[in-house]
Nanobody, 117 residues
């Protein structure tokens, strides 16, 4: 199964920006639909964004539309989540995922994002 390693989390002031990265061990990274979920303290896990295998189709949850951008670099086996205009309610542990054409979804270990008021 593909291994996913996230980076780029941390503490940021409200209104600031962070970029999360997720690098996959996959031999054919372009075969995977990639994306991000998050789990905020005391809340259910929430799908944040996803990107198609080719990278030309993206999807976002309503609360991040216009603020977050997901992208992928197939040459670097990496998917990115650019987060702008961060809000306190964006505070969560963010998880990268990878969906193969067949088989089980792979998950990253999670990375914490804290937005301070």
């Amino acid at each position: 199964q593909v291994q996913l390693v996230e980076s780029g989390g941390g503490l940021v002031q409200a209104g600031g920006s962070l970029t999360l990265s997720c690098t996959a061990s996959a031999r054919t990274f372009s075969d995977y639909v990639m994306g991000w979920f998050r789990r905020a303290p005391g809340k259910e896990r929430e799908a944040v964004a996803s990107i198609s295998r080719s990278g030309d189709i993206t999807d976002y949850t309503d609360s991040v539309k216009g603020r977050f951008t997901i992208s992928k670099d197939n040459a670097k086996n990496t998917v990115y989540l650019q987060m702008n205009s961060l809000k306190v309610e964006d505070t969560a542990v963010y998880y990268c995922f990878a969906d193969p054409r067949t088989g089980l979804r792979a998950w990253g270990q999670g990375i914490r994002v804290t937005v301070a008021s």
